[in-house]
């Protein structure tokens, strides 16, 4: 029996871009065509097979600790990103700010999608979600110079709209466009004590 179910959900590529230096700042810089390796995008400074650990999983190892990389995208939907934009109170926000890598149309709270879910295009690429992308306050810095004033109210705005941070399970590529699958666990929501 299959873990994994395809379900009739489908989101269409709106969106796709790279972060070519993090030390430089969080900006994305859009592309047409993503090409999607096992380290990741080709391209995005947040790829490689490995990653420090950071604040998001200090809990588990001290910050610096060499871990598998399960960060090598920042998914999120244009749904989402319009409710942002609308609590910032502006009236669009562009996902280079959000160091965004896919953004895809169709998927109803695509931030709170079961960790493990898969989108797959019809290439065959697919990446994995891991878990939710807790929002910080680096994008505010690029939104904040270009739109004085508005760039504090980036976190609150984004927090359960942030979108997954995702890894690349097959290798292929995405095109603007193109539809996703998504796929999810074929597992009941975890309730301890319930058996």
Request: charged letters at 25%; glycine letters at 12%.
């Amino acid at each position: 029996m299959p873990a994994l179910i395809p379900t009739e959900h489908y989101g269409t590529i709106t969106w796709l871009g790279v972060v070519p230096d993090r030390a430089a700042g969080l900006m994305a810089q859009s592309r047409d065509v993503l090409t999607l390796g096992f380290e990741g995008p080709e391209g995005e400074d947040h790829g490689g097979l490995t990653r420090p650990s950071c604040s998001r999983v200090v809990s588990q190892y001290p910050k610096g600790t060499q871990i598998r990389n399960t960060r090598q995208l920042c998914v999120m939907s244009v749904e989402e990103i319009g409710a942002i934009a609308a609590k910032m109170g502006v009236d669009r926000l562009d996902p280079s700010y959000l160091g965004a890598t896919l953004v895809i149309e169709g998927i109803a709270d695509l931030t709170h999608l079961p960790p493990s879910s898969r989108l797959q295009a019809a290439s065959g690429a697919t990446i994995v979600i891991d878990m939710e992308n807790r929002p910080c306050a680096l994008p505010a810095r690029g939104i904040e110079e270009d739109m004085p004033g508005r760039g504090t109210a980036f976190k609150g705005a984004g927090k359960d709209r942030r979108g997954v941070t995702a890894w690349v399970e097959r290798e292929g590529e995405l095109v603007l466009g193109e539809r996703m699958r998504l796929h999810i666990p074929d597992q009941r929501p975890w309730a301890p004590g319930m058996l």
